[in-house]
Nanobody, 127 residues
Framework: QVQLVESGGGRVQPGGSLRLSCAASTGTLSWYAVAWFRQVPGKEREPLSCITSGAANGRYAESVKGRFTVSRDDAMNTVYLQMIGLKPEDPAIYYC????????????????????WGRGTQVTVSP
């Protein structure tokens, strides 16, 4: 059983940066691949990134490649999403998720892949 908690959201100006955190309140997150998604009202949940167990690299959606970086600190039982150059289209609720497997599979970008989700953290971009 894994319980996830996101944090680090807030309000930033266009071009600003934020680092989001995904921590496991229960379970050992270092064993598992973790994905990031975001969602705005009226739209489908959008895949952003995935990081494998034991690796500091990850997969990225084309929409955020070069601006967002996923990493993890296994000693802290935490996965991070560093976001730079935030744009007006980036505001959303950001979620982390896992399905308790080691690797980011070819279907990593499908919400149906995951059975454990955090409750999300809000990101707002405004002048």
């Amino acid at each position: 059983q894994v319980q996830l908690v996101e944090s680090g959201g807030g309000r930033v100006q266009p071009g600003g940066s934020l680092r989001l955190s995904c921590a496991a309140s229960t379970g050992t997150l270092s064993w598992y691949a973790v994905a990031w998604f975001r969602q705005v009202p009226g739209k489908e949940r959008e895949p952003l990134s995935c990081i494998t167990s034991g690796a500091a690299n990850g997969r990225y959606a084309e929409s955020v490649k070069g601006r967002f970086t996923v990493s993890r600190d296994d000693a802290m039982n935490t996965v991070y999403l560093q976001m730079i150059g935030l744009k007006p289209e980036d505001p959303a609720i950001y979620y982390c998720a896992t399905n308790r497997v080691e690797n980011c599979m070819s279907t990593w970008d499908l919400t149906q892949q995951y059975d454990y989700w955090g409750r999300g953290t809000q990101v707002t971009v405004s002048p």
